[in-house]
C-alpha cells in the first residue's frame, strides 16, 4: 500500500483590520443586546392607551361627583332654611290670627261695657279661665263678670262654680261646697259698676273627670244669672 504524503500547512499571518472586526462584533451584539432588553422593559413599563384613558375617565367622574355632592349639600342646606322659614312665617300667622281673635273678644268685651249694643243687658258672666296648680289638683279659676254701662248702678253679690263629669264611670255633679276651701264655700264676693275679675280656687277630688262647669251668681237684690262652659274650653281661654 503507497504512503500518503503528509498535509501541507500553510501559516497565514492576520492583518489587523481582521482582528478588529473580531473584537468589535462581540462588543456590538452585547450593547444592542442591552438596547433591545432596554426597550422591551420601556414597551413593557409603559401602560396602555387604552389604561391612560380608563384613568382620565375615572379623574373627570371624580371631579363630577365631588361638584355633584358640592350641589347636593348646597341644594340641602337651601331646603332646611326654607322649611324654617316656612315654620317661622306659620308661627307667625298662627300668633297673628290669635291677636286678631283677642282684639275681637276685646272689642266685643267693651262694646258691651259701653252700652254701644243695641240691645241693653244687665249682669251676665262674660268668661271664666282656668288654670291647674302644678303637682294638685287644684285649679286658679278666674270669672269675668260684665254689665252695661248705661245703668250706672254698681252690682254686688257673690258667685259659686258647680262640675259636671264622670266619677266612676257614672255622671255627676260636684256642688261649690264641693269644691271650694272652708271660708269660700259661701261664694266669691263681688261688687263692682262695670266689670270685675273674681278670683278663686277649688279642688277637684281623686278619680274625678270634669266637662262642665256651671257659673252662678247670686246679686243681692236681684235674679240669680248662670251660665255654662265646656271644661276644655275654660282651660283654653286666653282673657
Known sequence: MPRMPPPRYEVRALNSSTLRWRRVVP????????IGVAALAWALARPPADLAARAARAEALRRDNAALKQQLA???????ITRIATDALRRSLADRDEEIAGLRTDLAFYTRLTGASVQREGLMVQDLRVRPIHGARAYAVTVTLTQNARRGETSQGRVSLSIEGVHGGKAAQLAWSDLAAPPARAGLPFAFKYFQQVQGMLVLPAGWVPSQVIVSVQPDGGAPVSRSFAWTAALNSRE
Open 27 to 34: 462588543g456590538l451584539a452585547w450593547v444592542l443586546g442591552m
Open 74 to 80: 348646597v341644594l340641602t342646606r337651601s331646603r332646611q
